[in-house]
């Protein structure tokens, strides 16, 4: 079974800094990472998704992933923290099933960022 | 908007009550998910339909009853509800099959049991 680990439940970062989230996955065959935002009392956001072309993948808002196979990582970066990051963040493995593709997210990270 | 919407936002009911959620999409997705959000616990899926046919229950109680009508509208029917389940109830769709393919979610609705 695929499984992912967010090695952190919570970052705390000064506006202006980078910001390093943390995200280790388990999979038996090559797989699908995305990570997910959500602000509060809202839904869930697709940041970005890694599905096996460039192992550097860029996404919304300035975030960038690297997909690294032999540390079976998936952190999430950004250079300069902005107040509106502060957030959870949800790193996600996809199990494709029989026509559709099951999420398995992990714990969760929430990211704090101070003026 | 992100093209799957959930109503009601917010629902307070007692434990002998019942009542609906609503989740519609009009993008097409042919996959439909319900996903329950507590605190401090990562997301929990309870039920998949694909193309209308329910193709996973995730061990979910009873007292919930999904019914998926078609593949753009898919309610979660709630009875005898505890104060354990309690959460924010998120609808997503998908589409396609292979694991490309992420979700689109709703806002979600904040289910408060009392």
């Known amino acids: 079974a695929q499984s992912v680990t967010q090695l952190d439940s919570h970052v705390s970062v000064s506006e202006g800094t980078p910001v390093l989230l943390r995200c280790n996955y388990s999979?038996?065959?090559?797989?699908?990472l995305f990570w997910y935002v959500q602000h509060p009392n809202k839904g869930l956001q697709l940041l970005l998704k890694?599905?096996?072309?460039?192992?550097l993948v860029k996404g919304i808002n300035g975030f960038e992933a690297e997909f690294k196979k032999s540390e079976t990582s998936f952190h999430l970066t950004k250079p300069s923290a902005h107040m509106s990051d502060a957030a959870e963040y949800f790193c996600?493995?996809?199990?494709?099933?029989?026509?559709?593709?099951?999420?398995?997210f992990g714990a969760g990270t929430r990211l704090a960022v101070h003026p | 908007e992100t093209g799957v919407t959930q109503t009601p936002r917010h629902l307070v009911m007692g434990m002998t009550n019942k009542k609906s959620l609503k989740c519609e999409q009009h993008?097409?997705?042919?996959?439909m998910y319900w996903y329950k959000q507590s605190a401090k616990k990562p997301l929990e899926l309870m039920f998949v339909?694909?193309?209308?046919?329910?193709?996973e229950n995730n061990s979910v109680p009873s007292r919930f009853s999904p019914e998926c009508p078609n593949s753009s509208h898919l309610f979660l029917h709630l009875h005898t509800l505890q104060p354990e389940d309690s959460a924010l109830y998120l609808c997503?769709?998908?589409?396609?099959?292979?694991?490309?393919?992420?979700?689109?979610f709703g806002s979600g609705t904040r289910l408060t049991v009392v």
């Open positions: 999979s038996s065959y090559s797989p699908s």
């Open positions: 997503a769709s998908s589409q396609g099959s292979g694991n490309n393919y992420g979700y689109t």
């Open positions: 339909y694909n193309f209308k046919e329910q193709t």
């Open positions: 996600v493995v996809s199990e494709g099933s029989g026509g559709y593709n099951k999420l398995i």
């Open positions: 993008l097409g997705h042919n996959a």
């Open positions: 890694y599905t096996s072309a460039a192992t």
